[in-house]
C-alpha cells in the first residue's frame, strides 16, 4: 500500500487548498479515512475522518465549518478541500488509511499513512 498526499502550498490567509491523496495498491471501499496534520513541534493532529461509504463525518472543532473531507471511491481518492485557511493551519497534513469501516479521531485507529504534503498560509 502506497498513499501520497498532494495538493499543499502556500497560499494567503483566506485562501483554499484542496488536498488528494494518491493511493495504491488498496480499494477504499471498506475503510475509513483520516486527515491529520502536524506542525512543528506538535504532536499529530486528527482533522477529520469519513466512514467508508462515505455517510458519516466527523471534523475538529478546529476546522469545522472550514475544511469538507470526501472521498471519490471510483478513484480510490480522498479529499479535503480547505477554505478560509489561517496561519495557524501551518502544518505538514497527512492522509490516513484505518482498517475499520468507521473509525475515530485517533492515530491508533489509522494502520497506513501517507507521505505528507506542506501547507503554509502565509502573507
Known sequence: VQLQASGGGLVQPGGSLRLSCAASGFILDYN??????????????????????????????????????SRDNAESTPLLQMNNLKPEDTAVYYCAISPYGVAGPYVAEFDYWGQGTQVTVSS
Do not use: C
Open 32 to 69: 475509513a479515512i483520516g486527515w491529520f496534520r502536524q506542525a512543528p513541534g506538535k504532536e499529530r493532529e486528527s482533522l477529520a475522518e469519513i466512514s467508508r461509504l462515505g455517510g458519516s463525518t466527523h471534523y475538529s472543532d478546529s476546522v469545522k465549518g472550514r475544511f469538507t473531507i
